[in-house]
């Protein structure tokens, strides 16, 4: 079946512009995480969506990041006002249920580069 | 704070040894491990997921598992030049997974 699906793979953009990528996870998959891994160094966990639930929005860097999820399926993730500090791979990944059983599976990532 | 360690590299073997790839945690409560391969560029890949002590099997990986000395590791047999990258340690409970920052392995041919 399709995987985890992110857009767009590269976007580059002047600093003090708004991005937002996409996620489309695995059909089915209750459970979706953002992460952020900028070169050479360790994912990054942003926030995490769990069916109804409240997502877990501990790890956003700052208040220029939100991110929503509609309809419990694709999710938008927002940058307001973009700093070159921001430039990193974003990674999606989505679990079939937010329990510790299943592995969490990832998209190909939006590589964000900030001018 | 939860806390997945893992020796960042890199690690080199030469083609056909055995590679081992170690990593610690820190909450006695996790549940799963996941080993994680990420080439340089791409997006991590799912190759081992284990829950119970021991050893797990798969092909040329072996994943072992020490809850009580709280560690969990990754042997890759008659290693290949195509296994050289970045593998990350994934440990979970009732959460999002803890990544560790993983351990770059090259393989020489």
């Known amino acids: 079946g399709a995987g985890v699906s992110q857009s767009p793979s590269n976007k580059v953009t002047e600093k003090g512009k708004d991005v937002e990528l996409r996620c489309d996870p695995i059909s089915g998959h209750t459970a979706l995480y953002w992460y952020r891994q900028s070169l050479g160094q360790g994912l990054e966990f942003l926030i995490y969506?769990?069916?109804?639930?409240?997502?877990?929005k501990s790890g956003l860097p700052s208040d220029r990041f939100s991110a929503e999820r509609t309809g419990g399926s694709v999710s938008t993730l927002t940058i307001q006002r973009t700093q070159q500090e921001d430039s990193a791979v974003y990674l999606c990944?989505?679990?079939?249920?937010?329990?510790?059983?299943?592995?969490?599976?990832f998209g190909d990532g939006t590589r964000l580069s900030i001018l | 704070q939860k806390e997945v360690e893992q020796n960042s590299g890199p690690l080199s073997v030469p083609e056909g040894a055995i590679a081992s790839l170690n990593c610690t945690y820190s909450?006695?409560?996790?549940?799963?491990f996941f080993w994680y391969r990420q080439y340089s560029g791409k997006s991590p890949e799912l190759i081992m997921s284990i829950y119970s002590n021991g050893d797990k099997e798969d092909g040329r990986f072996t994943a072992q598992l020490n809850k009580a000395s709280q560690y969990v590791s990754l042997l890759i047999r008659d290693s290949q030049p195509s296994d050289s990258a970045t593998y990350l340690c994934?440990?979970?409970?009732?959460?999002?997974?803890?990544f560790g920052k993983g351990t770059r392995l090259s393989v020489i041919a």
């Open positions: 969506f769990q069916g109804n639930s409240a997502p877990d």
């Open positions: 994934a440990v979970g409970k009732n959460t999002p997974l803890v």
């Open positions: 990944a989505s679990r079939e249920q937010g329990f510790s059983n299943q592995p969490q599976h």
């Open positions: 909450d006695r409560g996790s549940q799963s």
